[in-house]
């Protein structure tokens, strides 16, 4: 009987599905809303700034090469594969089925949801550093706006992306340009100081550096909605990460050609770590130093737009890898239940509600800034197994003995063998050096919500198992 009404319902849902709708600008913005530039740029940049120094822009440029090379794994990707679902149907496709994509299916929901809670969490923090608004205020709201967002559908919330991202860009390039037009700026080579900074602390520079340009994951899972997917997606994976990590290289470097127009080189050196061993941001030092209030109607229009991009781009993301799970049969049927708009609306619900919650009650117990620093960490693991999987997929692919040109993928397998193998490494570096000290206890979440994942899959298998047994027992009695 409830095979009888999942299969009426998934017919009567194939009727209406995703429709292709979105250009090379929608997934773009909409990338780049998830990498929360401002956010990214007060945080991550001014991390990297504070380890490496003056050799921060540098580092910034390593860390978005390597995120670069993680991205044309998923670019390579979307080439082959162009429904709905991005690593869930990756791993399906490439890597032995359904029973290991809903694996990543499941980690990639982990990741995305907690990670966009994040993000929110994050800019609702420093809007309340550094302005006084507190989080109760502008975290509900942030989510408001995202949930009804993603309720009304991808075009819009694409449309909004394109208008609040391209405000977004603009602001951040006209305060780094005006930081280096200051009077008494110096203007530096960042390449000359490389060889003062230790190798090792180099690195741990470049990991935070690595964070900046993320976002392009997001694009993925999109692919059943883009127009010429096979070329649209690659390159939107390509540029958002380029622009991305220059946009937090003018930033960084700008701001310290300002902090060098005030201080000498010591003084500032100085500064970057007294200011980092405070908590505090070294960027938004610099930049309130020179615009005073000025900077504060951009601050509140640059958090509370990240923290609605950010959310809104693992929404829709983790809304189309539930979407896709559940038209292959792996979830239930109503959750690939698609509205006269092309959006699926209870996907789309589940993941918004499942991240405000989130937010909502992680920040009101721990606080924001704790909130922010334990989702953050424990998407982390879960981000480390998608992108493996991704990478392996890639692998795996460049050796089917089927013909690359089928997928209208050019036959460059030797690229892609080598590619895959090297961000695979990467990711993994990438995952020690964040890891290391971390007690196992804190995993424990995440361990949690994986052994359901796997006992869903038992269960889920053993049940087709009896039906199909049982209907076997049943037609041979009839048979007699």
Known sequence: MNNHVNNNLRSSVSEVGLRRVLGFWDVFFASLGGQSPFLSDLTYASATLAIAGLAGPVAIIIGTLIAFINGFVVAR??????????????????????????????????????????????ASYLAQWILGIPWQISLPISLAIM??????????????????????????????????????????????????????????????????????????????????????????????????????????????????????????????????????SPVVIVLHHFLGVLLDPIVIFAMINDGVLGALAYVLAS?????????????????????????????????????????????????????????????????????????????????????????????????????SVAAALITIFTATESVLGINIIELMPYFVVLAIAVVYLVVRTLVIRGTFSGSRIHNYKMTR
Request: no cysteine.
């Open 77 to 122: 990707l979307s080439k082959r594969v162009t429904e709905a679902g991005g690593y869930y149907k990756y791993a399906t496709k490439y890597l032995g089925g359904k029973s290991t994509g809903f694996f990543i299916g499941w980690n990639y929901l982990f990741y995305a949801i907690l990670y966009g809670a994040a993000y929110v969490i994050g």
């Open 147 to 280: 949930t009804i967002l993603a309720y009304l559908g991808i075009r819009i919330s694409a449309s909004y992306a394109i208008f609040a991202g391209s405000l977004e860009m603009a602001a951040l390039i006209l305060i780094s340009m005006a930081l280096l037009l200051i009077p008494h700026g110096i203007l530096f080579n960042p390449f000359a100081y490389v060889s003062s900074v230790p190798l090792s602390t180099l690195m741990v520079a470049v990991v935070y550096a690595i964070a900046i340009p993320t976002g392009y994951g997001t694009i993925a899972p999109l692919s059943g909605e883009v127009k010429r997917a096979r070329e649209t997606i690659s390159r939107a994976v390509e540029t958002v990460i380029i622009t991305g990590g220059a946009l937090a290289a003018l930033a960084i470097y700008s701001t310290a050609v300002a902090g060098l127009s005030y201080m000498n080189i010591h003084e500032f050196i100085r500064f970057l770590n007294e200011a980092t061993g405070k908590g505090l």
């Open 319 to 419: 809304s189309r890898t539930l979407y896709a799970m559940a038209d292959d049969g792996q979830l239930p049927g109503l959750l690939s239940l698609v509205n006269s708009k092309g959006n699926p609306v209870i996907s789309v619900l589940i993941s918004a509600l499942a991240l405000d919650a989130i937010a909502l009650v992680i920040t009101y117990l721990l606080g924001p800034f704790n909130a922010f620093l334990l989702l953050g960490f424990l998407s982390m693991l879960a981000n480390l197994i998608v992108h493996l999987s991704a990478n392996f997929a890639l692998l795996r692919a460049a050796t089917m003995r089927i013909k690359a040109v089928l997928y209208g993928v050019d036959t460059i397998r030797w690229l892609d063998k080598v590619v």
